[in-house]
């Protein structure tokens, strides 16, 4: 792999470069037996500076394995070796997590390692289902077909996902706006209204009270009430990265009306175009069901496929052994069972898949099209009673006069 160095010779001049080695302790030797003295040295195409620490802040993208999937399908189908591929990607990769990964497995695979035992390393770029097609490619020979089959199965998975999170994000865009609207009025309109209300010294109904003290509330302990929301934030955020609040948080999803339908098709569809892909790349059944209960998503599906997988190795029908859970609906048992029988397992997932896939896509249309007009009636129905309570003592004023 390549470096970029930044070094001082034996004379004090400063000399720049790129060295070619297998890792960085080799190229940092290379350049010391020239009489070089490092300055800085770092792989070719890693960012520096502030774009390189905030970049070392971001996630993998399922669009980065999408593309790194297909460019190994294609390399592998032209005959270019393992090492050479993956020297080739390491140093396009924009994701520097996953550009330090494919660098790493690049010196694993010099170092006779396979590719998915290199992958296994790097569990934050790779996940279990993702190692174990590529571990089935080498094993049957067909890590072009493996690669192919990962890159379809991750931009479908992307579609979906991006689906569901597109329909949640119109209702919280339009909540937000109303909480910004709600505190814009209470710290801005209604104190000038209500000092024009308590100069005329006349009762005041007990809701426009109400009012006028939330408006007391947020101009005098604004900033208190702002940081221990941020504070609750937080760790609420660190609560639902524990074990218990996954499972509160799992509960809350799935038990939510119309919202739990919505993300049972969608683990449904997940789990099926799983399997489909773990099956009929030649994976195991038991180890096909122990991978899909990994990435599944879900708590619930999760714990449900560990049962499962257990049960299959106890000698159990996959059929049967879904049949025994109601979060499992009939009609997907019943084509698994056929499948079972037919030995068709894996096309009869597919299509499970696209029947669920379908459904999510119709559950999301039909949930953006309730929301909208309601968030719209709800946003205007609160704005125009904080106003009524404001307004109508002002009305009965100015009528009285």
């Keep these: 792999m390549l470096f970029n160095y ?66 190994l399908a294609t390399l592998f189908e032209a005959k270019v070796s393992a090492l050479d591929s993956f020297k080739l990607l390491a140093t396009g990769v924009e994701s520097p997590k996953l550009q330090k990964a494919m660098v790493e497995i690049t010196d694993d695979l010099q ?16 996940s279990p289902f993702f190692v174990s097609m590529v571990r089935s490619g080498e094993e049957s020979g067909r ?14 998975s992307y579609e979906l996902t991006s689906k569901v999170k597109n329909a949640l994000i119109y209702p919280a865009f ?17 104190p000038k209204l209500s000092e024009i209300i308590m100069e005329t010294g006349g009762d005041i109904p007990i809701y426009t009270k109400i009012i ?8 005098n302990y604004g900033i208190f009430l702002l940081a221990l929301l941020v504070v609750g934030a937080f760790f609420l955020y660190r609560y639902f990265k524990t074990p218990a609040g996954e499972q509160v948080l799992s509960d809350f999803k799935m038990n939510t009306p119309y ?22 790349s030649g994976v195991a059944m038991v180890r096909s069901v122990e991978i899909t209960a990994d990435v599944v998503g879900s708590n619930l599906y999760r714990n449900i496929l560990l049962e499962v997988g257990n049960q299959v190795k106890a000698g159990n029908a996959l059929s049967k052994s879904l049949g025994q859970y109601s979060e499992i609906p009939p009609i997907l048992v019943q084509m698994v069972k056929i499948g079972e029988e037919t030995g068709n ?26 929301i909208e007009p309601f968030m719209i009636v ?15 003592p002002i009305y009965n004023i100015t009528t009285g006069i």
Excluded: C, W
Excluded at 259 to 280: A, E, P, W
Excluded at 350 to 361: A, I, L, N, P
């Design 6 to 71: 930044r070094a001082i010779t034996e004379t004090n001049e400063t000399k720049e470069g790129v060295v070619d080695a297998v890792s960085m302790d080799s190229a940092v030797g290379s350049l010391q037996k020239r009489g070089l003295i490092i300055v800085s040295i770092n792989p070719v195409g890693e960012k520096l500076g502030v774009a390189g620490f905030l970049a070392s802040f971001q996630g993998i993208k399922s669009k980065d394995l999408v593309i790194m999937s297909r460019q």
């Design 345 to 370: 397992l894996g096309f009869v997932l597919k299509t499970m898949s696209r029947f669920y896939k379908r459904e999510v896509d119709n559950a999301v249309d039909t949930l953006v099209g309730l």
């Design 143 to 156: 890590l072009t077909e493996s690669f192919n089959f990962l890159a379809n199965y991750l931009e479908r």
């Design 378 to 392: 709800a946003l205007g129905l609160a704005v125009g009673i904080l106003l009524v309570s404001v307004l109508g």
């Design 259 to 280: 919202i739990g339908n919505l993300y049972k098709m969608f683990y449904l569809s997940r789990l099926s175009d799983n399997m489909d892909t773990l099956i009929s």
């Design 111 to 126: 170092s006779g390692i396979s590719i998915s035992n290199g992958m296994a390393k790097h569990p934050e770029a790779f």
């Design 212 to 219: 006028i003290g939330l408006s007391n509330l947020f101009l």
């Design 174 to 190: 339009v909540i937000a706006s109303f909480i910004i609207v709600m505190i814009l009025m209470l710290v801005y309109v209604i």
